[in-house]
C-alpha cells in the first residue's frame, strides 16, 4: 500500500500539477516580446541591510541596464553598520538616489518596510512612475533585462512580472540542495498556473518584482502585506486580483550571494518554511508524514522490499528522478543527481521542522539580527506575531504583538503561509 502510494503521487506529479517538473517557464523561451510604441518609466526600489560586499555588483548591475526609457534607482539603506551606502554610492553615483531608512515600527517586516520608505520616496498617482522594479541588493542583472521585462509585461498587460533568480550552486551543499529548492518552490506554486489568469494560484519571486505602480497601490501596496514573512507571494496573491501575473525561470538575474555549507542553507530554508505551513503544528505533522511517505519509502521498498512493493518503490524513485531532470539540466548538474531526490526530500523535512522548533523557541523568521514571526512572550503558552531586533548578543531589545495568536491577519505572514492551501490540486 505504501509502495502503491508514493508511486501513485508521483505518477499525479508527472501528469498533472501543471507540468511543474518540466520548467517550461522561462524568459528565454519563445517569441521575443515586441518592443512598446513608448517606453514607460521605471525606478528600481532595493532595501539593503549590511549588504556591502555584494551592493556594489547589484547597483552596478542596475546602473547598466540599456533600457530606453526613463529609468532610475533608489536604494533604502535599512539600518547598515557595514557601509553597505557608500559601498553602494560607488557603483552608481548618477542613477543612485540612497535614502537612509528609518526602523520598522511595529507590525512591519525590515525589508518592507524599507520598500514602503523606497515608494513613498518615488511619489503616487500621476507623479509616480509607471513600474516599480522591487529587487534585492544581492541581485545581478543581465544589461538587458529590464528592458525584456518591461516588454514582457506591456506585451501581456501584466501587473506583476517575477523572475526566479539563478541561485548559487558552487558548494557541495549547493550542488545537493539549491536546485531542489527551486524544484520544490515550483512543485508548490506550479509557474504554469501561477501565470494563468483563470487560476488563484499566485506566486513571485522576491529577488526580481516589476510591478505595474497603478495596480500596487490599488491592491493596497505593501502596506497590505507589511508583516508577511513570505512577502512576495503575499504581494502575488494581492496583485493577482488586479490582473494577469507572470513568474518565470531566468538566467538574467543571478544572486551574488553564496548560501555556503549546510547550516547556512537550513537557516535560509528555515527562516521561512515553518510561515508557509501557516504556522499550523498539524500541517507540520502531514507534511514531514507526507514527505516520508513520497520522497523516503521509494528507496527504502526498492532496497528491502519483496514483490509489489518493491517494484512499486523502484517506480518511484525512477519518476522521482526522472521529474528532477530539467531542474538539474537548468542548473547544469548530472543527471545522476535525480537519484538523490529522496535524501534532499528529507533534509528539507527536517529543515521544516528546525523552522517550527525556531519559532517555538521565540527565534522564528530570524533575518539580518531580526526577527520576525511568531514567537511566545514568556514561557509557555500561545503563540504571537513578532518583529524583534536583537543586539549583537542575541537578546531581544524590544517586542511588540503585532496579531492575535490565531496566526495573523489576512496580509500578514499568514497569508504567505496560506498559498499552501490555494496551491494544493
Known amino acids: ?12 506529479l508527472l501528469l498533472g500539477r501543471g507540468g511543474f517538473w518540466r520548467a517550461r517557464e522561462r524568459d528565454d523561451v519563445g517569441p521575443d516580446a515586441p518592443a512598446p510604441a513608448a517606453w514607460p518609466s521605471v525606478v528600481a ?13 547589484s547597483i552596478a548591475s542596475l546602473a547598466a541596464q540599456d533600457y530606453p526609457g526613463a529609468f532610475r534607482i533608489i536604494l533604502v539603506d535599512d539600518g547598515s553598520t557595514d ?32 520598500q514602503r520608505q523606497g515608494i513613498e520616496r518615488v511619489g503616487r498617482g500621476p507623479d509616480g512612475p509607471d513600474y516599480l522594479l522591487l529587487t534585492d541588493a544581492d541581485i545581478a542583472h543581465a544589461p538587458d533585462n529590464l528592458r525584456r521585462l518591461v516588454a514582457r509585461a506591456e506585451a501581456g498587460g501584466l501587473v506583476l512580472t517575477s523572475l526566479m533568480a539563478k541561485l548559487a550552486v558552487e558548494t557541495w551543499a549547493e550542488r545537493l540542495l539549491i536546485p531542489a529548492f527551486v524544484f520544490f518552490f515550483d512543485m508548490l506554486y506550479p509557474f504554469a498556473r501561477v501565470n494563468d489568469p ?12 516589476l510591478a505595474r505602480r497603478d495596480a500596487l497601490e490599488a491592491a493596497g501596496g505593501v502596506e497590505a502585506i507589511k508583516g508577511a514573512i513570505i512577502d512576495d507571494c503575499a504581494l502575488a496573491a494581492r496583485m493577482k486580483r488586479q490582473g494577469p501575473v507572470w513568474l518565470g525561470l531566468t538566467d538574467r538575474a543571478r544572486s551574488l550571494r553564496p548560501y555556503g555549507g549546510f547550516d547556512d542553507i537550513a537557516r535560509m530554508v528555515s527562516r521561512s518554511a515553518y510561515a508557509q505551513l501557516g504556522y499550523s503544528p498539524w500541517l507540520l505533522t502531514g507534511t514531514v508524514l507526507g514527505m516520508g511517505l513520497v520522497h523516503l519509502s521509494p528507496p527504502l521498498l526498492a532496497l528491502f522490499a519483496q514483490g509489489p512493493g518493491r517494484w512499486a518503490g523502484i517506480g518511484a524513485w525512477l519518476a522521482m528522478a526522472l521529474a528532477f531532470q530539467p531542474m538539474l539540466r537548468f542548473y547544469h548538474r548530472s543527471p545522476a543527481w535525480g537519484f538523490a531526490l529522496p535524501l534532499i526530500g528529507a533534509l528539507y523535512a527536517g529543515f521544516t521542522v528546525r523552522s517550527a522548533a525556531e519559532t517555538w523557541r521565540g527565534k522564528g523568521g530570524m533575518w539580518k539580527g531580526r526577527v520576525q514571526g511568531l514567537t511566545r512572550s514568556h514561557g ?23 496579531s492575535s495568536p490565531s496566526g495573523g491577519s489576512p496580509g500578514e505572514a499568514g497569508e504567505g503561509g496560506s498559498r499552501l492551501a490555494q496551491a494544493s490540486p
Do not use: N
Not at 2 to 10: D, K, P, T
Not at 87 to 114: C, F, H, N, Y
Not at 198 to 209: H, S
Open 198 to 209: 483563470r487560476r488563484r494560484v499566485a506566486a513571485a519571486a522576491g529577488g526580481c518584482m
Open 45 to 57: 526600489v532595493v532595501p539593503a541591510r549590511d549588504e556591502a560586499d555584494v551592493v556594489a555588483r
Open 380 to 402: 509557555p503558552g500561545p503563540l504571537h506575531r513578532f518583529a524583534v531586533p536583537l543586539t549583537q548578543e542575541g537578546r531581544r531589545e524590544e517586542s511588540e504583538t503585532l
Open 1 to 12: 500500500m505504501i509502495g502503491c502510494g508514493a508511486l501513485g503521487a508521483w505518477l499525479y
Open 83 to 114: 557601509g553597505t551606502a557608500a559601498a553602494a554610492a560607488d557603483a552608481a553615483a548618477d542613477r543612485l538616489e540612497i535614502i537612509k531608512g528609518a526602523p520598522p515600527p511595529a507590525g512591519w517586516t525590515g525589508k518592507l518596510w524599507a
